[in-house]
């Protein structure tokens, strides 16, 4: 908006207007400011102001040991909190030189997919609702409740699951979670039809968002963004193929890519998305052994839970686990990536062989993906800042830390 | 290529500023002198067979018995070849600046505020140098050993007045407002 004002001359004067949308603000997904200088309807400058929901995450991972830090990464990306467990529980396994047992990697692997079709479903709700498409939003929440039912029958906790431990996962799925997880996924790809139906080419959708928000393949590297933000603008880097980890490079599946890197096929991106995860969850229910869920790693891996209450020596051992950390951890750095849902979530973790960790630092994918979007905003109109913040899918929790 | 061996021709490119080279868990991290750090990611970026496009992580470390008390770590990692390799800067504790690497990598600019909000660290020439998780009118570097965990008195803090004023009728109620 210009404001205009009448001169001592009696001349019209135009100037521009500074607005601030958020941080209350329902389509800024959290609370994010953004200054937002306006030349008539269109974006002169966006600056964005984060910090409202900063929790000291890293500060409090420094007093903290390696078990008590589990809980806090819940709390990061608090929509797939189950991703950024795995993401922590591989970095950290990947310090201490342990592995997790193979029955262990499919449940991740499994629930890892499902926390993606969970955010991604999110996601979905809320853009098509930030453009004005209301009905898909409800359809969305009828499957995310299948999802966290499901959720909430392995492991008790609907949001922040805190499922996966260091060396493995906390409870063993049963053959019935995962017919229920089967039915899930026999159904599903009729939903993700369902969604298309409703948006795919309905013309308001695809005026609000062809064309809109492009960033091109080599900007997009340039400034660190990752996930389908990145694969919207055809770039193929996908942790999972890059950097495997869980059991992901034993599954067939592929990496879809966008070409124009606009707002819509970040959309097409994430929406082929789910129909991959679908069927890296359906090939994971098919082929997953049998065998033991947590690594038999005494020095750095939490015992089971009747030998502590029946015995001495590991009611000793998980004490000192949980109140002092592992006393034998090996000193060294690693950098550990996950493709989790919204991107590229890094752990970088330095030991001084101390039972917690000397630094731990979290690279964010939404961190990252909010410091490009001025550059998606600027010269664009108003009404496409709120398109372009659903299409790089953010989440504040993890994005202050 | 391997990172050992990234690590090498970095080594044989910039002999004066490499100090160490050290592996762990197969990842190779390079400690070198802040001065030439800008030609050493430009070389890394541009080198061909190198090529580190993309800029995973830039964060700060704190060492205060050191005597480069600040550390800054890049994660680096090439798209094309698929390899990685770590960079750290040395930077004392009385001075801790840098130049910045917004000129190579944009997606350093943010990462690097980061690094001055929670360590202090200054970088030099950035495009828009000043807090970002913290306010502006903070007191002090958060990730710092020496910060304490509870933060300091927040009484500095001028915006704070809510909560001044919610305990001003504590002596009424006999409660110990000094936590």
Known sequence: ?401 | MEPLEIAEKLKREFANEVVDISEFRGQVSVTVKRERILDICRFLKSASEIEMDYLADLCGVDYPERRFRFEVVYNLYSIPHRHAIRLKALLPGDAPTIESVTPIWKGAEWHEREAYDMFGIVFNSHPDHRRILMPDTWDGYPLRKDYPLKGRDTSDYKEFNEAKLLHTHDDEWNIDSSF
């Not at chain 1, 193979?102 to 993606?116: C, D, K, N, P, S």
């Not at chain 1, 928000?213 to 603008?233: F, H």
């Not at chain 1, 990496?255 to 991106?269: E, F, S």
């Not at chain 1, 049998?290 to 502590?308: M, Q, Y």
Request: glycine share 8%.
């Open chain 1, 1 to 401: 908006m210009t404001i205009e004002k009448t001169e001592a001359n009696g001349r019209l004067k135009a100037e521009e207007l500074t607005l601030n949308m958020g941080p209350q603000h329902p389509a800024t997904h959290g609370v994010l400011r953004l200054v937002l200088e306006l030349d008539g309807e269109t974006v002169v400058k966006c600056t964005p102001h984060i910090g409202y929901l900063h929790r000291g995450v890293e500060k409090l991972s420094e007093h903290s040991t390696y078990f008590q830090v589990l809980p806090l990464t819940d709390r990061l990306d608090y929509i797939s909190s189950m991703s950024n467990n795995i993401g922590y529980c591989t970095a950290v396994e990947r310090l201490f030189g342990i592995e997790a047992p193979e029955r262990a990697l499919y449940i991740r692997t499994m629930t890892g997919e499902m926390a993606r079709i969970l955010s991604h479903l999110l996601w979905l709700a809320t853009h098509a609702l930030d453009i004005g498409a209301m009905t898909v939003f409800l359809y969305c929440f009828r499957e995310r409740e299948k999802l966290v039912d499901l959720f909430e029958r392995l492991c008790g906790a609907r949001l922040t699951v805190t499922y996966p431990r260091i060396g493995g996962v906390k409870n063993d799925v049963t053959d019935e979670w995962l017919d229920s997880l089967f039915e899930f996924t026999e159904e599903f790809p009729g939903r993700i039809a369902e969604y298309e139906t409703l948006i795919d080419r309905n013309r308001i959708w695809l005026q609000r968002t062809k064309g809109i928000g492009v960033i091109s393949a080599e900007e997009a590297v340039n400034r660190g963004l990752s996930g389908p933000t990145l694969r919207g603008s055809g770039v193929a880097y996908d942790v999972r193929k890059y950097m495997p980890y869980g059991v992901y490079d034993r599954l067939e599946w592929e990496v879809p890519i966008g070409k124009n890197g606009d707002v819509y096929d970040r959309y097409r991106v994430r929406m082929e998305e789910f129909r991959q995860s679908n069927s890296i969850i359906r090939q994971c229910i098919e082929r997953i052994p049998s065998g033991p869920i947590l690594a038999d790693e005494p020095k750095f891996v939490l015992p089971a839970k009747e030998r502590v209450l029946n015995d001495m020596e590991h009611l000793v051992q998980q004490f000192i686990l949980m109140t002092k950390g592992p006393q034998t951890a090996p000193k060294g750095d690693v950098y550990v990536a996950t493709e989790v849902p919204k991107g590229e979530l890094g752990y970088y973790i330095i030991s001084d062989g101390t039972g917690k960790p000397y630094r731990m630092r979290v690279r964010a994918p939404s961190f990252v993906h909010v410091a490009a979007l001025p550059g998606l905003c600027e010269g664009n109109l108003i009404a496409d800042v709120i398109a372009n913040i659903g299409s790089i899918d953010i989440v504040l929790g993890e994005c202050d830390r």
